[in-house]
């Protein structure tokens, strides 16, 4: 088995009214979409959260590469290579586009790596490119969100961390959002996402990790988590009874 990327060890963490995080164990290997499913309110955004710096835990190590993530700044686990694309819209809407997805490239400071960046980028997503000079407010929440991928890879960072990034998106769009995941996945980022399309994301997740309650309750490939009775009963629209008597 190759070495983990990040490697979760006893994670405790919360908010000051208790712990959210129970002690989560487990492993995102490199490459690949590792894809986090769970009931509302188990602790999927937090436990994102601990990794990109936003919530230091009680207990617990993170290792990024050997390294310990717990009790470094946001900014210096950015530096890293671990790069959060927030659940909420977070373009600035009086920019343009292109001047937003720059931004993505704020810690690098040769102008000629930015604008080469910035040229792949445009390939990579054709609306960097289509809307450049317009106002990111003006586009719809979809693009919005593709953009804010669009800017994420400016720092072509090692591991992109996604919290429901369907949310609040139209069928057709939702299509382009899991195609665009699986094209940062190609390129060769690993990708920790969370995503309330468990099926669909679970269907494309190397790997898939249930969270219950604060811990871990089940990994696996993404189809051993999708097509466990039980989890589909739980949390995938199934039903219990189907869970117990799978074949009725
Ligand atoms: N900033 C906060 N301050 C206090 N409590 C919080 C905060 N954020 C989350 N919580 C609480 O922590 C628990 C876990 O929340 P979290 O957002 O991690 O769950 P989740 O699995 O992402 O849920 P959802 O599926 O609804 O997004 C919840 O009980 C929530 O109310
Ligand atoms: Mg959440």
Same mark, same amino acid.
């Given at each position: 088995?190759?070495?983990?990327?990040?490697?979760?060890?006893?994670?405790?963490?919360?908010?000051?009214?208790?712990?959210?995080?129970?002690?989560?164990?487990?492993?995102?290997?490199?490459?690949?979409?590792?894809?986090?499913?769970?009931?509302?309110?188990?602790?999927?955004?937090?436990?994102?959260?601990?990794?990109?710096?936003?919530?230091?835990?009680?207990?617990?190590?993170?290792?990024?590469?050997?390294?310990?993530?717990?009790?470094?700044?946001?900014?210096?686990?950015?530096?890293?290579?671990?790069?959060?694309?927030?659940?909420?819209?977070?373009?600035?809407?009086?920019?343009?586009?292109?001047?937003?997805?720059?931004?993505?490239?704020?810690?690098?400071?040769?102008?000629?790596?930015?604008?080469?960046?910035?040229?792949?980028?445009?390939?990579?997503?054709?609306?960097?490119?289509?809307?450049?000079?317009?106002?990111?407010?003006? $586009?719809?929440? @979809? +693009?919005? =969100? &593709?953009?804010?991928?669009?800017?994420?890879?400016?720092?072509? #960072? !090692?591991?992109?961390? /996604?919290?429901?990034?369907?949310?609040?998106?139209?069928?057709?769009?939702?299509?382009?959002?899991?195609?665009?995941?699986?094209?940062?996945?190609?390129?060769?980022?690993?990708?920790?996402?969370?995503?309330?399309?468990?099926?669909?994301?679970?269907?494309?997740?190397?790997?898939?990790?249930? $969270?219950?309650? @604060? +811990?871990? =309750? &089940?990994?696996?490939?993404?189809?051993?988590?999708?097509?466990? #009775? !039980?989890?589909?009963? /739980?949390?995938?629209?199934?039903?219990?009874?189907?869970?117990?008597?799978?074949?009725?």
């Amino acid at each position: 088995m190759s070495e983990a990327l990040v490697t979760f060890k006893g994670v405790v963490a919360g908010y000051g009214g208790g712990d959210v995080l129970k002690g989560v164990d487990f492993a995102v290997q490199p490459g690949g979409v590792t894809c986090i499913v769970g009931p509302n309110g188990s602790g999927k955004s937090t436990l994102l959260k601990t990794a990109s710096g936003l919530v230091r835990p009680r207990l617990g190590e993170i290792l990024f590469k050997g390294q310990n993530l717990v009790g470094m700044t946001p900014r210096d686990i950015l530096k890293l290579g671990i790069v959060q694309v927030p659940q909420n819209h977070s373009l600035f809407r009086e920019m343009t586009v292109e001047q937003n997805v720059e931004l993505g490239a704020f810690l690098e400071r040769d102008r000629r790596v930015v604008a080469e960046r910035l040229a792949r980028i445009r390939e990579m997503f054709p609306i960097v490119a289509d809307r450049a000079q317009d106002k990111a407010g003006s $586009l719809s929440g @979809g +693009q919005q =969100r &593709l953009v804010e991928f669009a800017r994420c890879l400016m720092l072509e #960072p !090692e591991l992109v961390i /996604l919290d429901e990034p369907s949310m609040g998106l139209d069928p057709k769009t939702l299509k382009v959002m899991f195609g665009t995941i699986r094209m940062m996945r190609d390129a060769g980022r690993t990708i920790l996402l969370v995503e309330q399309n468990a099926r669909q994301a679970l269907k494309m997740a190397e790997r898939g990790v249930v $969270l219950e309650n @604060g +811990q871990v =309750r &089940l990994t696996g490939s993404g189809l051993e988590v999708l097509h466990n #009775p !039980e989890i589909g009963a /739980l949390y995938l629209g199934g039903s219990l009874e189907e869970a117990r008597h799978p074949q009725s």
